[in-house]
């Protein structure tokens, strides 16, 4: 099936009611029908038949083999970290979500892991960084916040000829837009709270492999059974829902962003503007040859410190707020936000600053949103 009618059906079968909408299994636990059987299920944290449904549909569609739905998009990206032992080698991007290079240096950098960020677009690079003992490349792509697009083919190649896992976190696009497993990624992320549920009121986290028999796949089933981090079966129903707009949405993000892209590149006040479907950005041609969209991220600098300070408490339609991926239109100025604990070292190798911002398109008309900006951009 093709990935509109994935995203509307999903792993969806009718039980003896005939519901439209995949039942709602709210049991902690489930009854056995005598010593040494099962229905399949025993106990909410290992397996729950909502959740189940959600992760089938979510592996469906990016074309994997398993996949675990979690109470957030960084408990997902605990479970690729959580992997790796002391002595260990990863290769990060240098441009990444924050959080993630929170939680390498503050927790897993403590247990003799070593975390080395690299501008995973020059794949060169990311070659001759490869050691012995690296275990793991983790990277964004489009990165977030500054749009690097890397080479998921080329890299995932890096990565096997070295005896490492290839991690990628597709969050800015959704497997609509570019399917990194495919690509010969082992494992695919997402922060389901953007994109995948697209309303602003989910908070979820989805791990895919390609490969569910693989040795990283039996232990994520063993740490999610063992740690507990499962989605709630209410979430897992939301997400469900959410998923059967997720291509109409994210198509109608995507051409609006690059409206506001180009709308952007005329602005007097503005400096730079970030989209990888600009026919300017360095990597418009692998974005191309990789997703078949550019998304709805939009990335831009405005002349000083002081106009983007101002712009956020003149937004009228757009909200100054975290997070993306939502059909409400948000604005973020990620140098005090998303990656307000980045090392300085790599703020200044990426380029972010206190002059660029952070849009997340929704789907309000084109025009009013650069009616919005044009306001605040005012001096």
Not at 136 to 144: A, H, V
Not at 242 to 262: F, Y
Not at 310 to 337: C, D, R
Request: aromatic share 6%; with cysteine.
């Amino acid at each position: 099936m093709k990935d509109f009618t994935l995203e509307v059906h999903g792993d969806h079968s009718y039980d003896s009611t005939g519901a439209i909408s995949e039942p709602i299994y709210l049991s902690a636990t489930f009854r056995h029908p005598g010593f040494g059987q099962s229905t399949g299920y025993d106990y909410g944290r290992v397996a729950n038949p909502t959740r189940a449904a959600l992760e089938k549909s979510v592996a469906l569609l990016e074309k994997g083999e398993r996949c675990w739905a979690v109470s957030s998009g960084m408990a997902a990206i605990n479970l690729a970290m959580i992997l790796l032992e002391p002595g260990d080698h990863a290769i990060l991007g240098e441009d990444l979500y924050g959080g993630t290079v929170r939680l390498t240096q503050e927790i897993y950098g403590h247990y003799g892991i070593s975390f080395e960020y690299v501008n995973t677009a020059d794949t060169k690079l990311v070659k001759a960084k490869m050691r012995p003992k690296t275990r793991l490349i983790f990277l964004e792509t489009p990165s977030n916040p500054m749009m690097t697009v890397s080479d998921i083919a080329a890299i995932a190649k890096i990565a096997h000829d070295g005896g490492a896992i290839l991690a990628v976190d597709n969050t800015f696009l959704s497997p609509h837009f570019q399917k990194p497993l495919v690509l010969g990624a082992d494992m695919v992320i997402h922060s389901g709270t953007k994109y995948l549920c697209g309303h602003n009121d989910v908070i979820a986290g989805f791990l895919t492999v390609k490969d569910g028999a693989s040795k990283e796949a039996e232990r994520i089933e063993m740490l999610v059974k063992s740690e507990g981090p499962n989605l709630s079966s209410m979430d897992a129903w939301l997400m469900l829902r959410s998923l059967k707009t997720l291509g109409v949405r994210v198509e109608r993000q995507a051409e609006t962003a690059l409206k506001i892209a180009r709308w952007l590149q005329n602005q007097p006040q503005v400096t730079d503007v970030y989209y990888p479907g600009l026919t300017n950005h360095p990597g418009y041609s692998l974005q191309h040859r990789q997703a078949i969209g550019d998304g709805g991220m939009v990335s831009f600098k405005v002349k000083s410190a002081e106009l983007a300070k101002n712009m956020l408490g003149k937004l009228k339609l757009i909200a100054f707020a975290e997070s993306l991926g939502g059909v409400e239109s948000l604005l973020t100025y990620p140098i005090a936000q998303t990656h307000a604990q980045m090392p300085k070292e790599l703020i200044t190798r990426t380029g972010l600053d206190d002059k660029l911002l952070r849009l997340s398109v929704g789907l309000e008309d084109a025009e009013d949103l650069e009616s919005d900006l044009l306001q605040a951009l005012k001096e």
